[in-house]
C-alpha cells in the first residue's frame, strides 16, 4: 500500500514563500513519476508540476519561474518550493504518484491547504 504525507501548508502573504514535503512509503519510489496538484472548490484538480528525476521536471504556465519541485530518492521524499506567492495559488496541493509504466496505478494523499493572503 502506496501511502504519500503531505506537509508544509499554511498561510503565507502574498510575494512569500513555502516549501511543501511529501513522504512517500510502501513502494519503491523510483519506479514513480512524483507530482503535486492543486484544487479549489468548484474547479478540477489541476497539475503544478511533476518530476520524473532531477533533470525531467514539468511545470503549470502559472508557476513556472515561481515554483521548483524536487526529489530526494533517498528520503523518499519529493518537495515543492514555491516562491513569490499570490493569492490565485490558495488552494489545496495534493502529491500524487504515478507509476512510471502502469499508468493504472496512480496514489493521492490527503492535501494540505495553502492560503496566500494579507
Known amino acids: 500500500q502506496v501511502q504519500l504525507v503531505e506537509s508544509g501548508g499554511g498561510l503565507v502573504q502574498p510575494g512569500g514563500s513555502l516549501r511543501l514535503s511529501c513522504a512517500a512509503s510502501?513502494?519503491?519510489?523510483?519506479?514513480?513519476?512524483m507530482g503535486w496538484y492543486r484544487q479549489v472548490p468548484g474547479k478540477q484538480r489541476e497539475l503544478v508540476a511533476n518530476?520524473?528525476?532531477?533533470?525531467?521536471?514539468n511545470y503549470a504556465d502559472s508557476v513556472k519561474g515561481r515554483a521548483t519541485i524536487s526529489r530526494d530518492n533517498a528520503k523518499t521524499t519529493v518537495y515543492l518550493q514555491m516562491d513569490s506567492l499570490k493569492p490565485e495559488d490558495t488552494a489545496g496541493y495534493y502529491c500524487?504518484?504515478?507509476?512510471?509504466?502502469?499508468?493504472?496505478?496512480?496514489?493521492w494523499g490527503k492535501g494540505t491547504l495553502v492560503t496566500v493572503s494579507s
Open positions: 518530476i520524473i528525476s532531477g533533470d525531467k521536471t
Open positions: 500524487n504518484a504515478q507509476h512510471i509504466l502502469a499508468r493504472g496505478l496512480s496514489y
Open positions: 510502501g513502494t519503491i519510489f523510483t519506479n514513480y513519476i
